[in-house]
């Protein structure tokens, strides 16, 4: 576990959504707290990059966080450092919903295109 | 390599750190039997959805109980892994955005079974051949299988 367990911060118009350590369902509320959607408008970027593992709990709220931004017009993409959340992703059928990125320039050059 | 290996271990629902000591318990039993990492990877994302489906269901319905884990190797290399409970069963994939736990299991595990009598028990079976020291050996076969074909190729 770290000291930063589901701490979120904005950049500017970015809101970025940070996760660490093992997310399971023992840390649901927290997990839900963190992928809320939010009242904004910039392009989101879920940063998993030091997440070592994770279930369906946050399989779900990612779902639902990217419907909530494909309905408001905004762009989404996740950070991932650990093959093992991308074969997570690939194993629940959702492999493609996402715009996934292992290293956080290329994936802030996407969410550029709308925000600039 | 063919020898009986056995885990037994529950846990406490209501308790947020139980999904991690149960998954640790059977990651330390995968190492101990020698399989292959990125094969106990998928078990343990697996057996970690059917945890994950006990421990929600546990705290919907009832008082929260006990979840158990019983993993054991067959001479076959197979692998069973049992997750019970004495819930009620939910069907989560009747659910908005849920489901994915089942539909993970079954894309890792070569059978999945449901047992909703007096619980639920979600019954696991992996193949387990793939253990590090037969994937060495293949690793090795495939690259000497390699090196034969530049040998020949050239």
Redesign the interface.
């Known amino acids: 576990m770290t000291a930063q367990n589901g701490a979120v911060s904005s950049q500017s118009s970015l809101d970025v959504i940070r996760l660490t350590g ?1 997310l ?5 509320d927290e997990i839900k707290r963190a992928l809320e959607p939010k009242r904004s408008t910039g392009p989101i970027l879920v940063d998993l990059s030091e997440v070592t ?1 994770a ?3 946050v ?2 709220g990612l ?2 966080l990217r419907n909530d931004a494909e309905e408001q017009g905004r762009r989404l993409a996740l950070l991932i450092g650990d093959a ?1 959340l991308a ?2 992703l ?4 959702l492999a493609g919903a996402f715009a996934v990125y292992d290293d956080r320039a290329t994936a802030l050059t996407y969410l550029s295109g709308v925000s600039s | 390599m063919t020898e009986h290996s056995e885990l037994r271990v529950n846990r406490n629902t209501a308790d947020a750190e139980t999904p991690a000591q149960l998954r640790h318990a059977l990651a330390a039993f995968l190492n101990a039997i020698d399989i292959e990492p990125s094969l106990r990877d998928d078990i343990i994302i697996a057996v970690g959805e059917a945890i994950a489906n006990a421990v929600e269901h546990a705290y919907e319905t009832q008082e929260p109980g006990r979840v158990e884990l019983h993993a054991s190797t067959d001479a076959d290399n197979t692998l069973l892994v049992d997750v019970y409970d004495r819930g009620a069963f939910i069907d989560r994939e009747a659910r908005e955005g849920r489901g994915l736990g089942l539909r993970i299991v079954r894309a890792i595990a070569r059978a999945v079974s449901i047992d909703t009598e007096g619980g639920t028990r979600i019954r696991m079976v992996f193949d387990a051949a793939l253990r590090q020291a037969q994937a060495d050996e293949r690793r090795a076969r495939d690259e000497l299988a390699a090196a034969q074909s530049d040998g020949a190729a050239t």
Do not use: N
Not at chain 1, 90 to 93: M, S, T, W
């Open positions: 093992e399971d369902i023992g840390r649901r593992y279930d369906s709990t399989i779900a779902v639902r093992r074969r997570l690939q194993y629940a059928g």
